[in-house]
């Protein structure tokens, strides 16, 4: 995946997206497909459970959150907005409920497909699809498309995640910047800044984007992937970090920050005002509940 977490426009990438999405739709048919084989040998879970199991609160509260992740995409909002054909308000509604549409339709399908033919042992559906409870090219097909869904998914997230780290450093740089041409002679400043040369311009875009010029710009996203990498190593489980992460930043994005907006922004009479306020509330306790049952979960 290193080629792509150096591209600098979303509209790169739209094509890596639209595999990642197959190869995750491809891995719902097979699990679909898993499961009627398996029903119709007799083999299927007969330990299925319609309620629940609340035996381990702590450890379902903080699944809870860790689903959140699954419908965070505010971060890259306005990147998938601009790469759009014709862009308008109507086009991005229709592209925003059709991915969570796609969401909803993946997770359900895996999940209650994975749950109906393993009961209790589809805790971590993967540790089920061995070689020797599947057929050899089944096998093949869906660690392919695990390989090809995961290695695509990552730089669209990482987009998100390094353009808003470039917008904090951008915005300190023009800040430091400004201070630095408060003292200097005026005129003499504002003829250095229209000096460029067109054999500049490539490097001057990726300046102007990010506030980076380009070498800078790739020791960067360098260092940041790298620090990804070493954390993706260090934690001992996945499950901890969905946790805590999609009880901040995941919570916060799909609860806490539209609220408080809309709450800042509308009338005191405003029609949302009080589901607003209901979802704000949800979503300080979600943060509390899923910072303390990931705490625990450790």
């Not at 084989?37 to 459970?49: C, E, L, M, P, V």
């Not at 862009?87 to 497909?113: C, E, H, S």
């Not at 996203?221 to 995941?250: D, E, Q, R």
């Not at 405003?270 to 979960?297: C, D, P, Q, Y």
Request: positive net charge; hydrophobic residues 50%; charged residues 15%.
């Amino acid at each position: 995946m290193t080629p792509f977490i150096f591209l600098n426009s979303m509209a790169k990438l739209q094509g890596a997206s639209a595999v990642a999405v197959c190869a995750a739709i491809t891995f719902s048919i097979i699990t679909i497909e898993n499961y009627i084989s398996y029903a119709a040998q007799g083999k299927s879970a007969t330990d299925i459970h319609i309620l629940p199991n609340i035996d381990n609160v702590v450890s379902a509260l903080s699944s809870v959150t860790s689903v959140f992740l699954a419908f965070t995409f505010q971060f890259n909002f306005f990147p998938v907005y601009k790469c759009l054909k014709d862009p308008t308000d109507k086009r991005m509604k229709a592209t925003t409920g059709t991915g969570l549409a796609l969401v909803i339709v993946v997770y359900l399908t895996v999940a209650n497909a994975g749950y109906l033919t393993f009961g209790e042992d589809a805790q971590n559906l993967l540790d089920n699809f061995t070689r020797e409870k599947l057929p050899l090219v089944t096998f093949i097909i869906v660690n392919c498309v695990l390989l090809i869904s995961s290695t695509l998914t990552q730089p669209l997230m990482f987009f998100g995640a390094k353009t808003e780290i470039y917008g904090a450093i951008k915005l300190l740089r023009k800040k430091l910047a400004a201070k630095r041409r408060a003292g200097r002679i005026g005129g003499e400043a504002l003829q250095e800044q229209d000096e460029e040369t067109d054999d500049e311009e490539d490097e001057k875009t990726i300046e102007r984007k990010y506030g980076f010029k380009g070498i800078y710009y790739k020791l960067y996203v360098s260092i940041l992937f790298s620090l990804v990498v070493l954390m993706a190593i260090v934690v001992p489980g996945i499950n901890t970090v969905f946790s805590f992460v999609g009880a901040t930043a995941a919570n916060g994005l799909n609860f806490i920050l539209p609220t408080l907006f809309y709450l800042k922004m509308c009338s005191k009479h405003g029609k949302l005002r009080r589901i607003s306020m209901f979802i704000l509330g949800l979503g300080f306790v979600m943060a509390i509940v899923g910072i303390v049952t990931s705490a625990l979960n450790l």
